[in-house]
């Protein structure tokens, strides 16, 4: 019997030791039969802690399965991801809040592509799951590439909606305005890089160190069918 846990943050590692060692013996002792644990985690940190043998007494440990980053390859191949749709999505959970905007973008991709010849329903929790494991700004540079659009199916669109307008109304009553700016000043700067529109130190720190979110919504706009980095800044 074979038990899977998704793990995003450490326990401390008594509570995660006890955590996963009552979870495995309750599962044998009601199934009766053999068990192991199978942790599944985009965290490399939380993937080698999870890899540590966990002692059950003198001489005896349990060691649990473990698959990290690692372990899932970076699928950017398209023909790869249309012939294993399946770990193309997990190579996005695996990889997709990667420092390298780029990369993290044509995971996202590939991913997006090859879900798009799934069952609508499927197709739909796919690009739910693409768009949650990306970082803020891969996810940005991600919704504005211009062939998203062949994505996105009717549950995808209000749910994405939905999603937008609660984040709204959190970051109002929160007050995150400048945080808020800062995240689109960089998606700005990932959407460029995405597109490999080159930019000079001038213009990166305009981008930067602009706070009016009615200006940035109009850049973010504009990066996204621009050829020249100039074009943002026109009246």
Known sequence: MLL???????????????????????????????CCLLVVSPSLKTARWASMPISIGPGAQLTLLVLGPRGVPVVTDAEVAHRFPELALLSVVAHGKRKNVQTAVNIARVAAAAASDLASDTQALYLDLIESALGEAARKAF???PETYKFQGPSYLRGKAEGKAEGKAEGKAEGKAEGKAEGEAKAILAVLEA??????????????????????????????TLTDANELFAQ
């Open 143 to 145: 919704e504005m590439l």
């Open 4 to 34: 899977i846990a998704a793990a995003n943050v450490r326990l401390p590692r008594m509570n995660g030791d006890i955590s996963a060692r009552n979870r495995v013996e309750a599962e044998r002792a009601r199934l009766e039969c053999d």
């Open 195 to 224: 597109r490999a529109i080159p930019i000079n130190d001038s213009q990166r720190c305009a981008i930067l160190e602009c706070t009016d979110l009615d200006r940035l919504n109009i850049w973010i706009r504009r990066a996204a």
